[in-house]
């Protein structure tokens, strides 16, 4: 059983076109978070979220937001895709209290041509 | 400053020794945790070991342990008989305080295991 999905694995698009990455987890757990991992494999986080919190980083770019459905279901949003989004986005899951252990999702491959 | 550092970007290893992948970490905050993560070639984050600032402890899990000395804030991860599937990119990672939102990574360390 996949503990952390995302769909699609692989997305190309053109620049200024609008997509989104789905994800969800059967893990049970109640916050879930996005990732962006650039091509020097640096992982920053974009977005934590549970039933009662969105944070946002800072540093991300309106153009991105996080939708979520559910508890089980975190989507990203991306609008006027640009050539610096291309990137591995990772969804990942945990527990709201405890360690925050992290489940990843298998990651999204985007590349803005 | 950085939260994470991990300044070997690539190290080498004979199958069957020991390798300690080094990390240090900064923070103010009494509350926080330590992570390491395995990224294969696959591309995958796969979640190692834990070590809690508050544990006294060193965690082990198998034939990883991580190597707490937080006078010194540094969290090294040790892996004993190193095996060609661990040939892979480490991530040491901090969550910071006591929600799930101040999370970090650091740049990584490209693990090689030679034959």
Not at chain 2, 50 to 60: F, I, L, M, V
Not at chain 2, 77 to 97: H, K, N, P, T, W
Request: charged share 20%; net charge negative; glycine share 8%.
């Amino acid at each position: 059983d996949t503990a952390v999905s995302q769909t699609p694995k692989y997305l190309v698009t053109q620049m200024g076109n609008d997509k989104s990455i789905k994800c969800e987890q059967n893990l049970g757990h109640d916050t879930m978070y996005w990732y962006k991992q650039d091509s020097k494999k640096f992982l920053k986080i974009m977005f934590s979220y549970n039933n009662k919190e969105l944070i946002i980083n800072e540093t991300v770019p309106n153009r991105f937001s996080p939708k979520s459905p559910d508890k089980a279901h975190l989507n990203l949003h991306i609008n006027s895709l640009e050539l610096g989004d291309s990137a591995v986005y990772f969804c990942a899951s945990s527990h709201h209290g405890g360690t925050y252990e992290q489940y990843f999702g298998p990651g999204t491959r985007l590349t803005v041509t | 400053a950085q939260k994470i550092t991990q300044t070997q970007p690539g190290m080498f290893v004979q199958e069957k020794e020991a390798v300690t992948l080094d990390c240090t970490y900064d923070t103010s905050d009494q509350s926080y945790g330590l992570f390491w993560y395995k990224q294969p070639s696959s591309g995958e984050m796969i979640f190692l070991i834990y070590q809690g600032s508050y544990d006294e402890q060193n965690a082990t899990e198998g034939r990883y342990s991580l190597n707490f000395q937080k006078a010194r804030k540094s969290a090294n991860l040790v892996i004993s008989a190193s095996q060609l599937g661990d040939s892979a990119m480490y991530f040491c990672a901090m969550r910071e305080g006591e929600t799930g939102n101040q999370f970090y990574f650091g740049t990584g360390t490209s693990l090689t295991v030679i034959p």
